[in-house]
T-cell receptor
């Protein structure tokens, strides 16, 4: 079946550095991908909608200049956490619906720890 | 904005019991609703998907119902097993394919 992968699965970085997380749809094309994050003991929250060939749309309260999203191809969206701080430590997960939107697949997630 | 509430927040039951997890959502204009399982530190596993036109779906020991008009869904787990221990998330999906998640029900099944 269709699979969505994320890379890396886990990353530890120093405060102030930037971290890039990749989300790939492996055997289907996704014009739209979604990015979610989950803080400890909290619910998954939608951060932004990544649109192939156009700008991402961000949920209220999510800083677009801090969380850069690039959806350069029909199978890849990247989320870059710029100037990461400890409060950005979270579990980031992406999802991609199939072209008709009838099914959506979630990536395995990326755990980010900022020291 | 869609608000999702799951009750109870935590549940501990002895092995073999049947149990019901509840989910309510505020916006009934949904495309479908999914129930997911999340193990500690892991991603999501889709358990059941109910389309907005359906009232229930079954898979093995799991049965999910949907009352779209009242904004409610339930997940019924029959004959619970220790391996069922996990957090269960209810997530309505809007017509833009965006999911809104509840805070989950943390289930512990005691052997």
């Amino acid at each position: 079946g269709a699979v969505v992968s994320q890379h890396p699965s886990r990353v530890i970085c120093k405060s102030g550095t930037s971290v890039k997380i990749e989300c790939r749809s492996l055997d289907f094309q996704a014009t739209t991908m979604f990015w979610y994050r989950q803080f400890p003991k909290q619910s998954l929250m939608l951060m932004a909608t990544s649109n192939e060939g156009s700008k991402a749309t961000y949920e209220q309260g999510v800083e677009k200049d801090k969380f850069l999203i690039n959806h350069a191809s029909l199978t890849l969206s990247t989320l870059t956490v710029t100037s990461a701080h400890p409060e950005d430590s979270s579990f980031y997960i992406c999802s991609a619906p199939t072209r008709l939107g009838e099914t959506q697949y979630f990536g395995p997630g990326t755990r980010l720890l900022v020291l | 904005k869609q608000e999702v509430t799951q009750i109870p927040a935590a549940l501990s039951v002895p092995e073999g019991e049947n149990l019901v997890l509840n989910c309510s959502f505020t916006d009934s204009a949904i495309y479908n609703l999914q129930w997911f399982r999340q193990d500690p530190g892991k991603g999501l596993t889709s358990l059941l998907l109910i389309q907005s036109s359906q009232r229930e779906q079954t898979s093995g020991r799991l049965n999910a119902s949907l009352d779209k008009s009242s904004g409610r869904s339930t997940l019924y787990i029959a004959a619970s097993q220790p391996g069922d221990s996990a957090t269960y998330l209810c997530a309505p999906e809007n017509t833009g394919n965006q999911f809104y998640f509840g805070t989950g029900t943390s289930l512990t099944v005691i052997p």
